[in-house]
């Protein structure tokens, strides 16, 4: 979260670190916010499936449920969950408009956590966070041992808005490890909602988002990595 923290400010945010007990306890009020980010990083506990437990204890909880619900109905809110926060973010489509046909992230076809680099590209969306990077082809760091995107039905797949998706080196959507470290059909990785304020997403971009934490990079990106332009098209989206 403090690596997420760091790329929202650095794009003209104000970060405040809010923890579940907060909104249970009536502590904190999302009303009070334009977007929040569900970080990567295991939540309640170093186990597996911790982002779906994740998103039980809103739904289970009354004042949690109400809180994110009004949040999701504003029209002026965005939200994006990344790993953990993209596992917990995909069990709340009962309650955020316009996710009925996201996945379930479930574990890796490779049977293990899997943390290196790999190379995405953003695809043609609606989603707020990535727009003008339709086409781009990056490197992103991964971390995760549930990523394979498991859908109910192939019509459910052809209904879900694909944002981001594994490529090799050639460019070619895939499903091939280690290029695909999740082995998620098509590479799907990122999907986002009809109206693109909601997105969610298992590669890491807030890891990357300077260009010296890459082992390598063209001279011409100078301090900050392409990765940047998506915080900052969450700060031009609000108004």
């Not at 994006?80 to 069990?91: E, I, Y």
């Not at 943390?115 to 953003?122: F, K």
């Not at 082992?215 to 332009?229: A, C, D, I, N, V």
Request: aromatic share 12%; proline share 5%.
């Amino acid at each position: 979260q403090i690596e997420m923290a760091a790329a929202f400010e650095r794009a003209g945010f104000e970060a405040v670190d809010v923890h579940m007990s907060d909104i249970i306890a009536g502590r904190v009020a999302l009303a009070g916010f334009k977007g929040f980010v569900a970080c990567g990083g295991f939540s309640y506990g170093d186990v597996l499936g911790a982002g779906e437990g994740w998103a039980k204890s809103i739904l289970f909880n009354a004042r949690a449920r109400d809180e994110f619900s009004a949040f999701f109905r504003r029209g002026d809110s965005f939200a994006l969950g990344v790993c953990n926060g993209c596992q917990m973010m995909s069990n709340l489509h009962e309650i955020i408009p316009g996710s009925d046909a996201w996945p379930h992230f479930v574990r890796n076809q490779c049977e293990q956590f899997e943390a290196r680099v790999a190379t995405v590209e953003v695809l043609r969306s609606p989603s707020l966070f990535f727009a003008g990077m339709e086409g781009s082809r990056l490197p992103i760091a991964v971390a995760h041992g549930e990523g394979y995107t498991e859908f109910t039905s192939a019509e459910q797949r052809n209904r879900a808005l694909v944002s981001l998706r594994f490529v090799d080196n050639r460019g070619a959507p895939t499903a091939i490890y280690p290029l695909n470290p999740n082995g998620s059909p098509g590479g799907i990785t990122g999907l986002t909602t009809p109206d693109g304020r909601f997105t969610v997403m298992m590669p890491h971009p807030e890891r990357v988002f300077r260009s010296v934490q890459n082992s390598w990079y063209p001279k011409e990106w100078g301090e900050e990595g392409p990765w940047l332009r998506m915080f900052r098209n969450a700060r031009a989206w609000v108004r």
